[in-house]
């Protein structure tokens, strides 16, 4: 019986994880009012944080956390990135809501460099336009400046998966790859001509797959549901990309968080980086019928 009430715990535990991913607007007003020590952090670009932004978050811009150089979208060392946070005032510990235009790319994507380097406390707030004003959410001009803090790195290394270790899983029939990015870009035609294709096995999914028509994530089962047209299931090994780990964010998202996969992984280093070894191969026949 004991054992029974342990599994069940952790059943329930699991399931809360889970569910507590992203959070409603109206939760949300809620737990403004009443949780002071709550940080709510606003991912966009800094002019656009100053022209109107959720009243008390902090503007931590999601390209900020990105190295310069040649390859986009490749995120700094842990230790620059705890710097960045601790001194924009986010500890691994705080409980931290993160927002983005609406799309859910950007917020996913900070969200799940929070959660790489050890953050505990990490939820989603969609930015439906709607809903927001339904729920009142306060809205201001006025930036906000947080105390600076420690930010303590614990990094999850089963969330990303580096491109050596892709390559020798490449055709192994336990683990599927999939493309979060736009059809053109995966068939190599895109306009901007970034792309050569596809990573070698790569199934195509675009991120909007698991989304819902106004941009907020979809059920568990509705994600399941459409997740195994494309190929996947609980007994794979899940790998998502796309060109810089933005858009794939919202597929790890899905899959780990809300459908509950166990085993997935995110390629951040993302297409930028493979195309950027010149012995890398791509392809361009579809491994995936259009269902639409």
Same mark, same amino acid.
């Given at each position: 019986?004991?054992?029974?009430?342990?599994?069940?715990?952790?059943? @329930?535990?699991?399931? &809360?994880?889970h569910?507590?991913?992203?959070?409603?607007?109206?939760d949300?007003?809620?737990?403004?009012?009443?949780?002071? =020590?709550?940080?709510?952090?606003?991912?966009?670009? &800094?002019?656009?944080?100053?022209?109107?932004?959720?009243?008390?978050?902090?503007?931590?811009?999601?390209?900020?956390?990105?190295?310069?150089?040649?390859?986009?979208?490749?995120?700094?060392?842990?230790?620059?990135?705890?710097?960045? @946070?601790?001194?924009?005032?986010?500890?691994?510990t705080?409980?931290?809501?993160?927002?983005?235009? $609406?799309?859910?790319?950007y917020? =996913?994507?900070?969200?799940?460099? #929070?959660?790489?380097?050890?953050?505990?406390?990490?939820?989603l707030?969609?930015?439906?336009?709607?809903?927001?004003?339904?729920?009142?959410?306060?809205?201001?001009?006025?930036?906000?400046?947080?105390?600076?803090?420690?930010?303590?790195?614990?990094?999850?290394?089963?969330?990303?998966?580096d491109?050596?270790?892709?390559? =020798? #899983?490449?055709?192994?029939?336990?683990?599927?790859?999939?493309?979060?990015?736009?059809?053109?870009?995966?068939?190599?035609?895109?306009?901007?001509?970034? &792309?050569?294709?596809?990573?070698?096995?790569?199934?195509?999914?675009?991120?909007?797959?698991?989304?819902?028509?106004?941009?907020?994530y979809?059920?568990?089962?509705?994600?399941?549901?459409?997740?195994?047209?494309?190929?996947?299931?609980?007994?794979?090994?899940?790998?998502?990309?796309?060109?810089? $780990?933005?858009?794939?964010?919202?597929?790890?998202?899905?899959?780990?968080?809300?459908?509950?996969?166990?085993?997935?992984?995110?390629?951040?280093?993302?297409?930028?980086?493979?195309?950027?070894?010149?012995?890398?191969?791509?392809?361009?026949?579809?491994?995936?019928?259009?269902?639409?």
């Open positions: 019986m004991k054992k029974l009430v342990v599994a069940l715990v952790s059943i @329930f535990a699991a399931f &809360s994880l569910a507590q991913v992203s959070i409603t607007a109206k949300f007003v809620a737990e403004l009012k009443s949780n002071k =020590s709550m940080i709510v952090i606003d991912v966009q670009a &800094s002019d656009v944080y100053a022209k109107q932004h959720i009243q008390g978050a902090i503007n931590i811009p999601h390209k900020s956390l990105y190295k310069t150089g040649a390859v986009e979208g490749q995120f700094l060392e842990p230790a620059d990135l705890a710097a960045i @946070f601790g001194k924009k005032g986010v500890s691994n705080a409980k931290i809501i993160l927002y983005d235009d $609406g799309s859910q790319k917020n =996913s994507r900070v969200w799940w460099v #929070l959660k790489y380097l050890g953050a505990t406390d990490v939820t707030l969609h930015k439906e336009a709607g809903q927001m004003e339904a729920a009142r959410i306060p809205m201001t001009t006025t930036p906000v400046t947080l105390k600076t803090t420690t930010f303590t790195t614990t990094v999850n290394t089963d969330m990303n998966i491109m050596a270790t892709l390559k =020798s #899983l490449i055709d192994n029939p336990t683990e599927i790859l999939l493309d979060a990015r736009e059809k053109d870009e995966y068939e190599g035609v895109d306009q901007a001509k970034k &792309s050569k294709g596809h990573l070698p096995g790569a199934v195509f999914m675009n991120y909007k797959e698991v989304l819902t028509a106004t941009g907020a979809k059920s568990k089962e509705e994600i399941l549901a459409v997740a195994a047209q494309f190929g996947v299931s609980p007994e794979k090994e899940v790998i998502v990309y796309c060109q810089t $780990g933005i858009k794939a964010a919202v597929l790890y998202i899905a899959f780990k968080e809300i459908a509950g996969l166990s085993n997935v992984k995110l390629y951040a280093g993302a297409y930028a980086e493979w195309a950027a070894e010149p012995d890398n191969i791509y392809c361009t026949k579809k491994l995936v019928s259009d269902h639409h």
